[in-house]
């Protein structure tokens, strides 16, 4: 017994044998926290340096385009928050805008200026979960509890304006699901002012730290070319330097009468990222407060009976208003035949619909272009080659939200 | 397609320079274009399909792919049940082009892969592949990616069965004592 020990031991070089040289398949998710939801990522390893990586999703493939098609439009819009849940007005508005296109209708000028005030705190509140996860994947802890803090705030005037925190539904085909609440535009305003001194507080605790920079600068760097190749959109586009803003190349929701910029990374590595998106959120608060100092008077809804539901004080004593009213929400409104593409700049990059209607009042086909699905393909080109630790930094940096990659 | 919705569409885009070039290049293979709702859609021929890619991107600057899709047109006024919608975009010029391509068989449909052209596509014809069956020739790793393991059938034709599965029932010796249990 004695014996068959001694000879084990590593000490005894004879008995070594060959020194292994095979990699190491490493599973990691779908339950793993800084995959932000169920991403399960297959890698092969040669010690930590990562040889190959392959991102398997479906795990939350809910088939929602599928049940888009035996759902009239307006029964379809509440399945869209369901996909970026983290972003739920902007799936809103590229889905209500892709309709409005196909039926060729335009929304006043009053709802366009709410529209595009809520799709920026939507990006805000975005932003602050990926900064705070992010943060949290890397170490910084605290920055997660700050970050939560201001999206609470963002939250609660969503549940005070639509009556959900999460799954708003509140922009519909033709205006919005209802008035805002009378002190809504304050509540915005208090948010908002405070809102420059908080990111502020971000970046003092990221910016300069020096293991926040240890993890994320010249870390995973993806050249503009490959990105474009790649089908990358969004922050991680323009971390790599491409200028190119959805909201300004192709306005949409009276995005041409904002004044703001397009801010802009060199490298295209985690760090850049970061900076764009924390550059973003400044932006943001600025447009915020030009929809609420240039907020229109005039009507919220487009005035097009077939479409918006008619006021319900009107149902008391308005034959036609009750008729209008039954065929919306059983038949549904017909959208004449056609294909449309949409698309929406989300806070992860471009979001669009492509919208085929036979020209009955349920969608005939609705695919769904999600920015994380693309942005995610690309993570293998961004980690090979890189130390296992940096995997998490680049998941974190991507963005992802698996609802809206699996649908 | 164009056959699809005659009364909305208005004529094909002839003064747009991107089709002129696919016209000049690939002649009777360019089936039709149309502009609906100020969006240019090219319907092209599966074979002039990697040709269309490969110019559009070198030389009219289509460089981005925003996304392929899966289409099953059994409900629509189709000549072709299945085709596959392109989405580019010109970053420069800020343009989008969307390239239709018909599947010639409807039994198997069958297209050439533009993973060589856009590498991002790849996962994009996965998708269609797995959701709606249209297999994309040339793909270096054409697999499922959305639906689980073991799945049979493509849920996003229109024929798919998407009524309630059928539950499994095991049924035990009924305890002595207690009728049998009917049927």
């Known amino acids: ?407 | 397609m164009t056959d699809t919705v005659p009364a909305q569409e208005s004529p094909p885009e002839e003064a747009d320079a991107d089709v002129r070039a696919l016209r000049e290049r690939f002649g009777g293979a360019v089936r039709a274009a149309r502009s609906h709702c100020g969006q240019i859609a090219v319907e092209l021929l599966p074979s002039a399909l990697v040709g269309a890619a490969r110019l559009l991107r070198d030389e009219r600057g289509f460089r981005l792919l925003s996304f392929v899709a899966g289409v099953d047109c059994l409900e629509l006024p189709a000549p072709h049940r299945f085709k596959a919608t392109y989405s580019l975009l010109d970053l420069g010029r800020a343009k989008r082009l969307r390239l239709e391509v018909p599947c010639e068989d409807d039994l198997d449909p069958r297209l050439p892969s533009v993973s060589g052209v856009w590498p991002g596509a790849a996962a994009h014809e996965c998708e269609a592949y797995d959701l709606v069956g249209i297999f994309f020739e040339g793909h270096p790793n054409l697999e499922r990616v959305l639906t689980p393991e073991g799945m049979e059938g493509h849920p996003h034709r229109r024929d798919f069965d998407v009524s309630a599965e059928a539950v499994e029932f095991t049924f035990r010796p009924t305890p002595e004592g207690k009728p049998e249990a009917k049927g």
Not at chain 1, 133 to 162: N, P, W
Not at chain 1, 260 to 279: I, Q
Not at chain 1, 369 to 374: E, G, Q, V
């Open chain 1, 1 to 407: 017994m004695a014996q068959e020990v001694q000879k084990a031991s590593p000490l005894n070089s004879d008995l070594l044998g060959p020194i292994r040289t095979e990699t190491m398949t490493l599973n990691m998710g779908p339950q793993h926290p800084s995959t932000h939801g169920v991403l399960r990522i297959v890698l092969e390893l040669e010690g930590e340096t990562v040889l190959s990586c392959k991102p398997v999703i479906g795990y939350l493939h809910t088939g929602i385009e599928k049940n888009m098609e035996v759902k009239t439009y307006n029964k379809a819009l509440p399945m869209t928050d369901r996909m970026d849940y983290l972003a739920p007005l902007s799936n809103n508005l590229g889905f209500v805008l892709a309709v409005e296109k196909l039926l060729g209708m335009e929304v006043p000028r009053r709802c366009r200026y709410l529209r595009v005030l809520l799709t920026e705190l939507t990006r805000l509140n975005s932003h602050l979960v990926w900064l705070g996860t992010h943060g949290l994947d890397l170490g910084a802890m605290t920055v997660f509890l700050y970050c939560f803090r201001e999206r609470e705030q963002i939250l609660k005037i969503f549940e005070k304006v639509s009556g959900v925190r999460m799954m708003t539904s509140y922009f519909r085909v033709g205006g919005v699901a209802r008035k805002p609440y009378p002190e809504f535009f304050a509540d915005c305003r208090r948010f908002l002012e405070s809102f420059p001194d908080r990111v502020d507080e971000y970046e003092e605790l990221l910016t300069d730290n020096p293991i926040f920079r240890r993890r994320t600068e010249e870390v995973c760097p993806l050249p503009a070319e490959r990105a474009i190749a790649l089908g990358m959109t969004g922050p991680l586009l323009r971390a790599c330097g491409v200028d190119y803003d959805i909201r300004k190349k192709e306005p949409y929701s009276s995005y041409e009468e904002f004044d703001f910029e397009v801010p802009l990374g060199k490298r295209g590595d985690v760090f850049d990222r970061y900076r764009v998106r924390v550059a973003e959120m400044r932006q943001s608060q600025r447009i915020c407060m030009q929809a609420l100092e240039g907020m229109p008077e005039g009507p919220l809804m487009a005035d097009d009976p077939k479409v918006v539901p008619p006021p319900k004080e009107q149902l008391a004593h308005d034959m036609e208003a009750l008729i209008h009213h039954f065929k919306i929400f059983t038949e549904g409104y017909h959208v004449p035949a056609g294909e449309v593409y949409q698309a929406v700049e989300s806070p992860r990059g471009e979001l669009g619909y492509y919208i085929i209607s036979d020209g009955s009042p349920k969608p005939y086909k609705v695919k769904v272009r999600a920015p994380s699905f693309s942005n995610l393909f690309a993570l293998p080109e961004i980690v090979t080659g890189r130390l296992m630790g940096d995997v998490v930094a680049a998941i974190g940096s991507i963005d992802i939200v698996l609802g809206e990659v699996d649908r």
